[in-house]
């Protein structure tokens, strides 16, 4: 059996001494505590550990062993092992870093390689086993991490001013226009093969559902999709052409969840939402979590919010607190 959603999440040793216990619903869940209370490190260390089977950044500092059950009872468990001067991290930092490999390459025969090899390792660093068969996830659901934060990227020796207002939700949306050419050509490929419908509903209905979703959030401002364009953009006052760079921090943020969950074509995924309220209108944060639903109802939505307006529509009895997580209440 396939797996659909994740359904229960732990960790003995969660941010070093806590044990941590979540058990989750299928459709969504919503996480809220105060800032430094784990939230963020949960959503961030189940996707990479999914995802690439390890965590980067200073999140393998924060989190410990972590087991993952799945709806078909399956589940993954990955063990973290602390390693300090081994030949282990040694022989596994060879395989994609040319230095180790170089200097693995000189040192391997010698007579005290086990002892060279520890020492040529001068820091701590992890490393996470998975006791698992097989990568359960792989072409049975997406899974999937939203973090919006809106950060302006200086890069080293720049001077001009358009390097620095590049932002971090521009160079999102540009990379999700080549998913948008390509849901395009997908719906026009269903329509010329006659596509019947299937259990759930056409591409190109999907597609008119996301146009409304937008427009309607939208129209206060008097935007609106431009459907003659291939790549996507907007239409202002029904005649002014506008890009996505030229949108608001808010309507991008909104934009890339959409996009995000448009481009699952009703497939079963999980998506990690990280903050998704920042920059946000109240009346945007109350309908997010239907919308997205409704875009992709074989959804398991997460959620890391501080927000009331995320839930307000129905979704309080998905909360689940820090606190009740971490056996404190």
Known sequence: ??????????????????????????????????????????????????????????????????????????????????????????????????????????????????????????????????????????????????????????????NKAEDLNRSVLNIKIEALQFGYLDFQLDVLKQIRSNGKKNKSRTLAESYDLFVEKINAAFGETGKSIDKDENSLSFIKDRNIKISTSDLSGGEKQLLICYLTVLFQRDKQSILLLDEPETSLHFHWQKNLITDLRELNPNLQLIIATHSPGIIINGYADAVSTMDELLGKS
């Open 1 to 158: 059996m396939e797996v659909k959603y994740i359904e229960r999440i732990k960790s003995p040793n969660f941010l070093g001494d806590k044990k941590l216990d979540w058990k989750l619903r299928p459709d969504v869940n919503v996480l809220s505590g105060e800032n430094g209370s784990g939230k963020s490190t949960i959503l961030r260390a189940v996707y990479e550990l999914l995802t690439t089977n390890e965590l980067g950044g200073n999140l393998h500092e924060r989190v410990g062993d972590v087991e993952i059950q799945y709806d078909n009872k399956k589940e993954t468990r990955f063990k973290r092992h602390d390693l300090v001067g081994t030949k282990e991290y040694f022989e596994k930092e060879a395989t994609t870093n040319e230095l180790y490999k170089d200097a693995l390459n000189k040192l391997k025969d010698h007579e005290h390689y086990d002892k060279v090899a520890g020492f040529f390792v001068t820091y701590k660093q992890s490393l996470w086993t998975k006791d698992f068969s097989s990568d359960i996830l792989k072409n049975e659901v997406n899974v999937e991490y939203v973090n919006i934060l809106e950060q302006t990227i200086i890069e080293s020796g720049a």
